[in-house]
């Protein structure tokens, strides 16, 4: 099912998701301060073109709360939205529906990068 529902995946919003993510990385990566920040993004680029078989644990301590204050500020909003809302269409059916749940998940990362990492199941 991974395989296949990566290939479904990346024609049904995971392209947009994973450019968008790569947009932001580069747009990161401007400044020499920013450029760990682009890096995380760029991990989070192939989450967001392949998200099926893996899965998403979340930690990290002040200085992971302090950049995702920062990121939400910044950057978070704007991908959380879209996620949400490509969610939203595809939840419409039901062949849909896990699709629109991974746009989901990608929402919540969009908001907490920091203090995430990605494990395949």
């Not at 760029?42 to 204050?69: C, D, H, Q, T």
């Not at 990121?71 to 269409?89: F, N």
Request: positive net charge; aromatic residues 12%.
């Amino acid at each position: 099912m991974g395989c296949l529902g990566n290939m479904i995946w990346f024609l049904c919003g995971g392209l947009l998701s994973g450019l968008s993510w790569i947009l932001m990385g580069i747009l990161w990566c401007i400044t020499i301060v920013g450029i760990p920040v682009g890096a995380q993004c760029f991990k989070f680029a192939e989450l967001s073109f392949f998200p099926f078989g893996k899965e998403i644990r979340y930690g990290g301590g002040a200085g992971s709360f302090l950049l995702n204050v920062i990121w939400i500020l910044v950057t978070g909003i704007p991908l959380a939205i879209e996620s949400v809302v490509l969610g939203l269409i595809l939840c419409v059916t039901v062949i849909g529906i896990p699709f629109g749940l991974q746009h989901f998940k990608i929402a919540k990362l969009a908001l907490m990068p920091f203090g995430a990492t990605i494990e395949r199941i």
